[in-house]
C-alpha cells in the first residue's frame, strides 16, 4: 500500500482520480488491491483530507472502486451486467431452460419486411442530403407533434432509443452532474447513466407512475435531467395517471430548463393514453419513440421530438461519427408504419400482450400472488422472499427468470419482484410456470 500512495499524484480531487484511473489502466493496481486511508493520502500529497474523500467519491460514482468501512476502500472487482433482451441462467446453463426474462416481442406479432423490401428500391443517397427521408418526416412529425405540448419543435433520427438517451445526455451533462432516474429503472438507462459518469438519483415509481414527492426530492438536489417513461415504466408496466402527469409537471414548471426525456417506447402497443409531463412553457425537452417493440429489435431507428436548442445540440453529437440513419431502413419503417395490414397487425398485437399478462395474472391470484397486469410486456410480480432466490429456484425447475434486485438503484429495495415474459407461453406452459413459481417461492422462503 506504502508503494500505492506513493505513486498516486494530484492536487485535487479530480487529478487524483485520474491518478488512480492511470495507474489502474496501466496494470499499477489491479482488482481487489486497497487505496491508502484517506488520511494516509492525504497527508502525503499535502492536501486537505476532504480533497482525497472527494477523490475517492468520484472513484466510487465511477465503479472504479468500493468503499468497505473499516476494511478501506479497494479497487473494483468488474461486475456482471444486466442486460436487455435475455437473462443469464447463472453459472451453469440449464439445458431446454424456457427463458421467460428477456422482455423481448413475439415475433409472430411483428410485420414481415419481405413484402415491402422491393419498394425500397431508389437512386442511392449520398453525403451532404436531408439526414431525415422526407416521408418518414412528414408522418414522424404527425405522429409526434399530436403529443407535445411545446410548439416549437424539432424532429432528430437515432439508431434507437439507447442511442437517443444517451446523446441526449451527452449534449446537456457532464460528469458527476445529477440525473433523475425512475425506481425500479430500465436496465440501459441504468447502464447509461453510470457509464458516462452520471449520478443517479432515484425516484421512487408506483402504480401512477414516477412519484411527485420523489421528482421535487430529485429537482432540490440538483438534477439536471430527468427520464420518464409515460407508459409501460419497464419493469412496473405503470403508466401516468392524468392526474399524476398533471401534478409533475407543476413540480417541473418551476424548473424550466431542466432537460426532461420521455421515453415512450411501448408507444403503438400501448393500451393506456400518453400523458405527457412536459408542460407548453418547459424549455428542454426531448420525447423519444423507437419503433423496436413492433418492428423488432432489428429495426435501430428511434424518432426524437425535442426543443430546437436541444434538437441543433443533438444534431452535432450525431455529426462527428455516424449522421444519419440508413435511408433504407427509414424507407422501410415508412412503408410498413404507413400499410393500414400493418398497423392492424401491431394494433393486435397489443391487445394480445395486454391479454396474455392479464390471463397470467389471473393464475397467479389463484396461488395468493396479486399482481396488476399494467402496461408493457412483461409482468411485475411481487414475491414473499429474496428475488435472487426465487430465480435461482426457478432455475433449478427449467425456467430464466430476471430478478427484480437488477433494476433498483440503491440498496434499499421494495417489496422482492421479478420480472416475467410471458405472453408466448401456451395454457399448458403458464400453468407450469405458476405451479414452479409457488413451489419456488416455498424453497426459497
Known amino acids: 500500500m506504502d508503494d500505492i500512495a506513493i505513486a498516486i499524484e494530484g492536487r485535487t480531487a479530480a487529478e487524483i482520480a485520474a491518478s488512480v484511473r492511470a495507474l489502474l489502466e496501466r496494470g499499477a493496481l489491479s482488482p481487489g488491491d486497497p487505496l491508502p486511508p484517506v488520511r494516509t493520502l492525504a497527508d502525503r500529497l499535502g492536501v486537505n483530507r476532504n480533497t482525497a474523500v472527494a477523490a475517492y467519491r468520484l472513484l466510487s460514482r465511477s465503479g472504479i472502486v468500493v468503499a468497505g468501512g473499516r476494511a478501506g476502500t479497494r479497487i473494483a472487482h468488474p461486475a456482471p451486467v444486466a442486460r436487455e433482451g435475455f437473462a443469464t441462467s447463472g453459472d451453469h446453463e440449464v439445458e431446454s431452460a424456457r427463458d421467460v426474462g428477456a422482455g423481448n416481442p413475439d415475433p409472430a406479432w411483428i410485420p414481415q419486411p419481405t413484402r415491402y423490401l422491393t419498394a425500397l428500391a431508389g437512386r442511392p443517397v449520398l453525403y451532404g442530403e436531408p439526414v431525415i427521408d422526407p416521408e418518414l418526416e412528414a408522418a414522424a412529425l404527425a405522429w409526434l407533434s399530436a403529443d407535445v405540448a411545446p410548439a416549437d419543435l424539432r424532429l432528430t433520427l437515432t439508431s434507437g432509443a439507447v442511442d437517443a438517451v444517451e446523446r441526449l445526455l451527452a449534449q446537456a451533462l457532464t460528469r458527476d452532474d445529477a440525473i433523475a432516474l425512475e425506481d425500479p429503472c430500465w436496465l440501459a438507462n441504468i447502464h447509461t447513466v453510470r ?8 425516484v421512487p415509481v408506483d402504480a401512477e407512475g414516477m412519484t411527485v414527492e420523489g421528482l421535487r426530492a430529485a429537482l432540490a438536489q440538483g438534477v439536471r435531467a430527468v427520464i420518464c417513461t409515460p407508459r409501460a415504466q419497464n419493469p412496473t408496466g405503470a403508466g401516468l395517471s392524468e392526474r399524476r402527469a398533471r401534478e409533475l409537471r407543476a413540480v417541473l414548471a418551476d424548473h424550466p430548463f431542466v432537460l426532461v426525456i ?12 400518453f400523458r405527457s409531463i412536459v408542460g407548453p412553457d418547459h424549455r ?8 423496436s417493440k413492433f418492428l423488432g429489435p432489428d429495426m435501430c431507428l428511434a424518432v426524437t421530438a425535442s426543443d430546437p436548442h436541444t434538437a441543433d445540440r443533438l444534431s452535432l453529437r450525431l455529426s462527428s461519427g455516424t449522421t444519419w440513419v440508413s435511408h433504407l431502413l427509414q424507407r422501410l419503417a415508412h412503408a410498413i408504419l404507413t400499410d393500414p395490414d400493418a398497423r392492424e397487425l401491431i394494433r393486435r398485437a397489443g391487445a394480445h400482450y ?27 410480480v411481487p414475491v414473499p422472499a429474496p428475488s435472487a432466490h426465487v430465480v435461482d429456484e426457478l432455475r433449478r425447475r427449467g425456467w430464466i427468470a430476471r430478478p427484480g434486485d ?40
Do not use: C, K, M
Not at 421515453?263 to 400501448?270: E, I
Not at 428542454?284 to 419503433?291: E, F, G, H, M, T
Not at 395486454?354 to 411485475?380: M, Y
Open 195 to 202: 457509464l458516462a459518469g452520471y449520478r443517479a438519483v432515484p
Open 262 to 273: 420521455e421515453d415512450d417506447h411501448f408507444s403503438l402497443l400501448s393500451r393506456q393514453p
Open 284 to 291: 428542454r425537452w426531448a420525447l423519444v419513440r423507437s419503433v
Open 354 to 380: 395486454a391479454e396474455r399478462n392479464a390471463a397470467f395474472a389471473a393464475r397467479l391470484a389463484s396461488i395468493g400472488i396479486q399482481v396488476a397486469p399494467g402496461d408493457g410486456l412483461s409482468l411485475w
Open 406 to 445: 437488477e433494476f433498483f438503484l440503491g440498496d434499499a429495495h421494495a417489496e422482492p419482484h421479478v420480472r416475467l415474459t410471458v405472453h408466448d407461453l401456451t395454457q399448458t406452459e403458464a400453468d407450469a410456470l405458476v405451479a414452479d413459481l409457488a413451489a419456488a417461492i416455498a424453497a426459497a422462503g
